[in-house]
């Protein structure tokens, strides 16, 4: 038996990951390249307590660069405040580059495969039917061949119990967030990581969410709003009328669902949906996971 203090949940995770770019356009513009895409199997561990909570991992083996990510993150009470303080490695799953890594047709060369190692302070504090919270985070990106980046990050926020619709109670509010990088690498070439990396945003937007259901839980929701970004020229292209610096302002989307029911033997099944468009940027993530907790976390 575990000591009380040790006792807590663990799940263990199998996730299958396909990723489908298309083809790389050829560079006289003729005939369509070598098709950009990756499979593998992400195989991850979790283990949560009520003050402690940690996880380790690989992305998916399968792909052709394989990183070990984890994270450990501790509650910390502060009064009223629920702080929490996390540090990790994480995968940057924007693009294939970024994520899985891609082969040099001619060369054999494999770049990309980019984590962020972050360190982030939460807090969040309820008061009647509202919910407030607020984090701080900074990071190093890195990657097979891609240069080194770094990123700082603020957000914050507020949302109101609306009361229940649909089945499922309602939640809606506000959220603002910061963040800067020092390179800008969202493109394709030589040293970039293929994710999206601006030397300045902010974003206002107004979050909403419905969730219900008790033995098969159900979320779906999503956050309209507005983004400001300034962009450099990437390294290596300054003045390069392809690729300019640019500064502008659009409108954001973000777009969620989430399905999970309890199926024999401990085992739960999971349905994700992701969907993400701003300017510049369109991004759908679908995921079908199945996750066992051993008898003792039940």
Not at 201 to 207: D, K, S, Y
Request: aromatic residues 6%; without cysteine; proline residues 6%.
């Amino acid at each position: 038996a575990l000591p009380v203090a040790l006792a807590g949940r663990l799940e263990h995770e199998a996730t299958p990951v396909s990723l489908d770019a298309g083809r790389l356009a050829d560079a006289g513009g003729g005939a369509e390249g070598a098709p950009v895409s990756a499979r593998g199997v992400e195989l991850r561990a979790r283990w949560s307590a009520r003050s402690l909570s940690a996880d380790v991992g690989t992305t998916p083996i399968g792909f052709p660069l394989q990183n070990l990510v984890g994270g450990v993150r501790v509650a910390v009470p502060l009064g009223p405040v629920d702080g929490a303080l996390e540090v990790s490695r994480r995968e940057v799953t924007e693009s294939v580059l970024s994520y899985a890594g891609v082969r040099d047709s001619a060369t054999g060369q494999i770049s990309g495969g980019v984590v962020r190692d972050e360190v982030r302070l939460a807090g969040a504090w309820k008061e009647g039917g509202s919910s407030r919270w607020a984090s701080l985070a900074a990071g190093i990106l890195s990657g097979t061949d891609v240069l080194s980046n770094g990123v700082f990050q603020a957000a914050g926020g507020a949302d109101w119990d609306v009361g229940e619709a649909l089945g499922g109670r309602a939640r809606a509010g506000v959220s603002l967030a910061a963040l800067g990088y020092r390179r800008n690498l969202r493109f394709f070439g030589p040293g970039q990581g293929g994710y999206f990396s601006p030397q300045a945003l902010v974003h206002a937007g107004v979050p909403l969410r419905l969730a219900g259901g008790e033995k098969v839980r159900w979320e779906v929701g999503g956050e309209a709003g507005v983004n400001w970004l300034r962009e450099a020229a990437p390294p290596g292209a300054p003045g390069d009328p392809t690729v300019p610096a640019r500064s502008t302002t659009g409108p954001a989307l973000d777009l969620r669902a989430g399905l999970r029911w309890p199926l024999a033997g401990g085992f739960d099944g999971r349905v994700e949906l992701d969907a993400h468009q701003a300017e510049g940027y369109q991004e759908i993530r679908a995921a079908v996971a199945l996750a066992w907790r051993p008898a003792t976390a039940r």
